[in-house]
Nanobody, 119 residues
Framework: QVQLVESGGGLVQAGGSLRLSCAAS????????AGWFRQAPGKEREFVAA????????YYADAVKGRFTISRDNAKNTVYLQMNSLKPEDTAVYYC????????????WGQGTRVTVSS
């Protein structure tokens, strides 16, 4: 059974940084893509960033490009999201998810971690 556990959220002032972690267990993840999504109050969930588990290729939403960095540690089965230059509009619950590259569907989701950026 796949489990994804996020951590690292919290309250930070605008301009600050946070690093989110997502510890994955329950299977091997070659052939998968790990992603971070977020959902702000009253808004739909949106894509933030993704990384191919095997190659390390990364993808970013325009809103976070240049400020956020996604990475993974294959040995620890952990994916990270380093968030710098945070803005109040980055306030959201952040979710880690895994998708099989062949289907593109994010089938596995974590419980989320809350990030609040104060102005």
């Amino acid at each position: 059974q796949v489990q994804l556990v996020e951590s690292g959220g919290g309250l930070v002032q605008a301009g600050g940084s946070l690093r989110l972690s997502c510890a994955a267990s329950g299977r091997t993840f070659s052939g998968y893509r790990a992603g971070w999504f977020r959902q702000a109050p009253g808004k739909e969930r949106e894509f933030v960033a993704a990384v191919r588990w095997s190659s390390g290729n990364t993808y970013y939403a325009d809103a976070v490009k240049g400020r956020f960095t996604i990475s993974r540690d294959n040995a620890k089965n952990t994916v990270y999201l380093q968030m710098n230059s945070l803005k109040p509009e980055d306030t959201a619950v952040y979710y880690c998810a895994f998708a099989l590259i062949a289907t593109g569907q994010y089938d596995y989701w974590g419980q989320g971690t809350r990030v609040t950026v104060s102005s």
